[in-house]
């Protein structure tokens, strides 16, 4: 997907995400998210984008610091209204940061170090996964198009799986929660999103996950089905349909690994 057309697909789900939680009661359940009602979302994704990915993409590696970003999760509010506009504001933010800024910069990452462009698909996919918890609490769902659901899939399986450990480590920093991430299987298993014939290889090396874009043919396991259930799978997130599995669906779940994380 090209610069425009991902700006163009953060801008867009912001929209509707901001609409849908403006509509919602705070008290309102997130179906797709057990326990978390529509304020805690609101809130979730209010510090995601004026704090966390406005911050991360903005400040260079050698003036990031933890306080410097706890500072601005500040920011975050009791209440659900006021939280949605803190999240339109930090969305447009962070697009100004991407359209503005030189986004080959070096940027924290995890522990690492990536170009502050790094962090705009990372948001892209985030935004699209809670904007379907959005649109589940008015029974509805979500307009994204399978393109930009697929792109999605991509940012998960190529960037997030390599660094699941960094990923972890640094929110357990932050919550207090377990750092322990799963093993990946050593058996070859591949994901098919049939409505943009699109394929993703997933593979081990030294117990590091790796993913490529393509079809194997000697995956163990296959699971197939839209990009927006593939997406959902990856994330813990009710499907429309359950994948259509070829092989072992023991393997396919081994390789689970965003939702077995926890995150």
Same mark, same amino acid.
């Given at each position: 997907?090209?610069? #425009? ?28 998210? +057990? ?11 209010? /510090? ?17 610091? +933890? ?12 209440? @659900? ?8 504001? /930090? ?15 070096? *940027?924290?990452?995890? %522990? %690492?170090? #990536? ?14 996964? @809670? ?17 930009? @659901? ?11 799986? +390599? ?11 932050? *919550? %207090? ?25 997933? *593979?081990?090396?030294? %117990? ?14 296959? /699971? ?11 994330? /813990?997130? +009710? ?25």
């Amino acid at each position: 997907m090209e610069f #425009e057309d991902i700006i163009a697909w953060i801008t867009d789900d912001a929209a509707e995400m901001a609409s849908l939680l403006r509509a919602a009661e705070p008290d309102q359940p997130v179906p797709s998210c +057990p326990g978390w009602n529509a304020a805690d979302l609101s809130a979730h994704v209010a /510090g995601g984008f004026s704090a966390w990915y406005a911050y991360n993409i903005s400040t260079p590696t050698d003036q990031w610091t +933890p306080d410097g970003l706890m500072a601005r999760l500040a920011n975050v509010s009791a209440d @659900h209204q006021t939280n949605v506009a803190l999240f339109e504001s /930090g969305v447009d933010e962070f697009v100004g940061c991407c359209v503005e800024s030189d986004l080959d910069v070096a *940027t924290w990452s995890f %522990g %690492g170090v #990536e170009p502050a462009r790094w962090w705009i698909r990372r948001a892209g996919a985030e935004l699209t996964v @809670h904007l379907t918890d959005a649109a589940g609490i008015h029974g509805r769902r979500s307009s994204t198009t399978p393109e930009r @659901h697929a792109e999605a899939i991509d940012e998960v399986t190529t960037e997030v799986f +390599p660094r699941l450990a960094a990923f972890k480590a640094t929110m357990s920093a932050m *919550t %207090g929660a377990d750092t322990s991430v799963p093993t990946p299987p050593d058996l070859v298993a591949c994901l098919v999103a049939d409505d943009v014939d699109q394929a993703w290889t997933l *593979t081990s090396d030294d %117990g590091s996950a790796r993913a490529t874009r393509g079809r194997s043919r000697v995956a163990a396991a296959v /699971g197939q089905g839209s990009s927006a259930d593939v997406l959902a799978w990856l994330h /813990g997130r +009710p499907l429309t349909a359950p994948l259509t599995i070829e092989g072992d669906p023991a393997i396919l779940d081994g390789w689970n690994l965003f939702q077995r994380s926890q995150f």
